[in-house]
């Protein structure tokens, strides 16, 4: 009822709603005008949309670790074959639908997950002063975001929840968003823009030292690079490791 409830009051989201439902009052308008052929042809193009975004939502469920992706994922195929089925009643109202989701995409976006879990919102000024100046863990894994990427918004669910299950004393879990402090992504080697963007970007720092990365700083790498998930980011990180070894006493 809480994730409904923050979907509703979204403009991405709403905004997204009033242009599928909009489609079904335009569906009924049209009926009366349609040819028989064309009537029938476009039911069952329906029920086939139906099903094949039915099916795919059932694999995203599994598949996806966060409510965000799944929803981005589910949105964009729905759009698809939303244009696909107007395009048979009439290619004007498709071109009217893109330009639809075009305005919704200039104007809006998707909201990131918003809880913090146990991670600290920084500055990179308050970073510093930490890895600097000293604090009470001796390791910090700080993500570095910004809310105007896409990818960081999908992901945006996983480091809170990594944090609530892993942070200790000795272990604590950071954020600095680079939207507002841009300038700091040269200063920590991170690549904002063009086909080598590294957004999230994650360093684990250790006595106020960096001893880890992802994406790792490789002027060859792959604009592309594994999908961010709690679990491939728990592994990377060694995150059972650490826990075991504060737990020890190591």
């Known amino acids: 009822m ?14 997204h709603f009033l242009a599928f439902f909009s489609y079904f009052v335009i569906r009924t308008s049209a009926a009366q005008i349609l040819s028989p052929q064309i009537t029938h042809l476009l039911f069952l193009r329906e029920i086939q949309a139906a099903l094949a975004l039915g099916v795919f939502a059932a694999i995203k469920v599994v598949r996806e670790e966060t409510w965000e992706a799944f929803i981005s994922d589910t949105l964009f195929f729905a759009k698809i074959f939303l244009l696909a089925l107007t395009s048979i009643m009439d290619y004007h109202l498709t071109l009217w639908y893109t330009v639809l ?25 308050q970073l510093e002063s930490l890895l600097t100046e000293g604090s009470t863990s001796k390791l910090w ?28 004393k000795s272990f604590s879990f950071g954020i600095v968003d680079l939207g507002l402090f841009p300038n700091a992504a040269e200063y920590f080697g991170i690549s904002l823009y063009g086909s080598m963007g590294q957004l999230p970007a994650y360093i684990l ?19 592309s690079h594994s999908p961010i998930t709690k679990r491939f980011l728990s592994q990377y990180f060694k995150l059972d490791l650490h826990l075991l070894e504060y737990i020890n006493g190591k």
Do not use: W
């Open 141 to 168: 894994l700080v993500e570095f975001r910004a809310a105007c990427s896409p990818s960081c918004i999908r992901s945006s669910r996983c480091f809170p929840e990594l944090s609530i299950t892993y942070s200790n």
């Open 101 to 125: 989701f075009t305005v919704i995409y200039i104007f809006t976006q998707q909201p990131a997950f918003k809880k913090l879990g146990t991670c600290s919102k920084l500055t990179p000024l």
């Open 205 to 223: 720092f250790s006595h106020g030292s960096e001893v880890a990365r992802y994406p790792e700083l490789d002027v060859e790498a792959k604009a």
């Open 2 to 15: 809480e994730l409904l409830n923050e979907m509703v009051s979204e403009p991405y989201h709403l905004l």
